[in-house]
């Protein structure tokens, strides 16, 4: 099995935006907050450049996909899975960071998600 490796923001953002817009787009539907503030904000701002409003009801997540990119049904599914979890238990801000996030290989992962 492949290790785990860091992920630094600027890889985050130049590969993994797609993923990261589809989990902060996930947790705003259910009125959760998934990604830390920084992060919130270059994506909301990045979205904005291209004429996407915040978080705004008309938005849907294959709008986010066109702009930024697919990304799988299996990481919509995780998306989803884990902001029900915060929800169920009671977390409605997670405040995912760079250093929540590291690689197996080309796949993204979330480490340690809850404060």
């Known amino acids: 099995m492949e290790t785990l490796k860091p992920v630094d923001e600027n890889t985050l953002l130049t590969h993994y935006i797609a993923q990261l817009a589809t989990l902060a787009w996930i947790g705003s539907q259910q009125k959760t907050r998934s990604l830390g503030h920084r992060l919130s904000r270059i994506i ?13 009801p008309s938005t849907n997540l294959k709008t986010i996909q066109n702009e930024l990119g697919k990304v799988t049904p299996a990481w919509i599914g995780l998306c989803q899975d884990l902001v029900n979890y915060a929800k169920a ?18 796949v993204l992962v979330i480490t340690d998600p809850f404060v």
């Open 44 to 56: 909301i701002n990045l979205l904005k450049d291209r004429g996407i409003p915040e978080w705004d």
């Open 89 to 106: 238990h009671g977390v409605i801000n997670f405040d995912l960071h760079s250093g929540n996030f590291m690689r197996r290989g080309g």
